[in-house]
T-cell receptor, first 117, second 109 residues
Framework: EAGVVQSPRYKIIEKKQPVAFWCNPI?????LYWYLQNLGQGPELLIR????????DSQLPKDRFSAERLKGVDSTLKIQPAELGDSAVYLC???????????????FGPGTRLTVL | RKEVEQDPGPFNVPEGATVAFNCTYS??????FFWYRQDCRKEPKLLMS???SGNEDGRFTAQLNRASQYISLLIRDSKLSDSATYLC??????????FGSGTQLTVLP
C-alpha cells in the first residue's frame, strides 16, 4: 500500500516568490496534517484537517500561508510571498479519523525541503 | 519553556551498549505519549507508545511517570541500525501531537 505522497521533494526559490506543496494521504485516512520542521527541531503543527474541514489552524501564519483540502483527499499548502525564514522541511501526515478516546497513528510523508534564497 | 523537552545529545555509544533517553513534559493535561524515530533526512516514524505501567518491545522499553511528568526510553544491546534521532511526543485532549526537539543517537562499531 502506498504511503503518504508529497511533491516536490525539493524546492529552491528566491524570497518574495510563491511556492506550493502537495500532499496525497494514505487512502482512507480522513485526518491530514501539515507540519514544519526546522533543522535540529521536532515537527511543529501548522494545520490539521478532518476531511475537508480545517479544525486546527492556530499555528498557521495566515498572512502568508494558506492551505486547502477541497475534496477531503489531497491537500495543498501555499506560501506567498516566501521569506528567508521559511526555509525548512514541510511534512504532511495522515491518520484515520479521530475515534473517541483512541489515538490513531500518524504516518508521515517524506517531506518537501524548501530553501529560500 | 518548551512543552516537551529532551536532551539533544548527541549520544555516541558502542555497539551492544545500553542507552537511556529522558524527556519531560510541562502540560499536565497531556494524555498519551509516544517515541518516534527519525532517520537522517527521512520522515518520523512511530517507534512505540508509552504507558504508565511501562511497556517493552524487543530491545526497547518505554516508561511514563505522570507524577514527575517524565518519560524514558531504554535501548538494550544497541545495534548500528539504531542510529537515529528519537523524538519524544505528547498528545493532549485534541490528540494534537507535540514533539520534542529530539535526541540524536549514534551507535559506533
Amino acid at each position: 500500500e502506498a504511503g503518504v505522497v508529497q511533491s516536490p521533494r525539493y524546492k529552491i526559490i528566491e524570497k518574495k516568490q510563491p511556492v506550493a506543496f502537495w500532499c496525497n494521504p494514505i487512502s482512507g485516512h480522513n485526518t491530514l496534517y501539515w507540519y514544519l520542521q526546522n533543522l535540529g527541531q521536532g515537527p511543529e503543527l501548522l494545520i490539521r484537517y478532518e476531511n475537508e474541514e480545517a479544525v486546527d489552524d492556530s499555528q498557521l501564519p495566515k498572512d502568508r500561508f494558506s492551505a486547502e483540502r477541497l475534496k477531503g483527499v489531497d491537500s495543498t499548502l501555499k506560501i506567498q510571498p516566501a521569506e528567508l525564514g521559511d526555509s525548512a522541511v514541510y511534512l504532511c501526515a495522515s491518520s484515520l479519523g479521530f475515534a473517541s478516546g483512541s489515538y490513531n497513528e500518524q504516518f508521515f510523508g517524506p517531506g518537501t525541503r524548501l530553501t529560500v534564497l | 519553556r518548551k512543552e516537551v523537552e529532551q536532551d539533544p545529545g548527541p549520544f555516541n555509544v558502542p555497539e551492544g551498549a545500553t542507552v537511556a533517553f529522558n524527556c519531560t513534559y510541562s502540560n499536565s493535561a497531556s494524555q498519551s505519549f509516544f517515541w518516534y524515530r527519525q532517520d537522517c533526512r527521512k520522515e518520523p516514524k512511530l517507534l512505540m507508545s508509552v504507558y504508565s505501567s511501562g511497556n517493552e518491545d524487543g530491545r526497547f522499553t518505554a516508561q511514563l511517570n505522570r507524577a514527575s511528568q517524565y518519560i524514558s526510553l531504554l535501548i538494550r544491546d544497541s545495534k548500528l541500525s539504531d542510529s537515529a534521532t528519537y523524538l519524544c511526543v505528547g498528545s493532549g485532549s485534541a490528540r494534537q501531537l507535540t514533539f520534542g526537539s529530539g535526541t540524536q543517537l549514534t551507535v559506533l562499531p
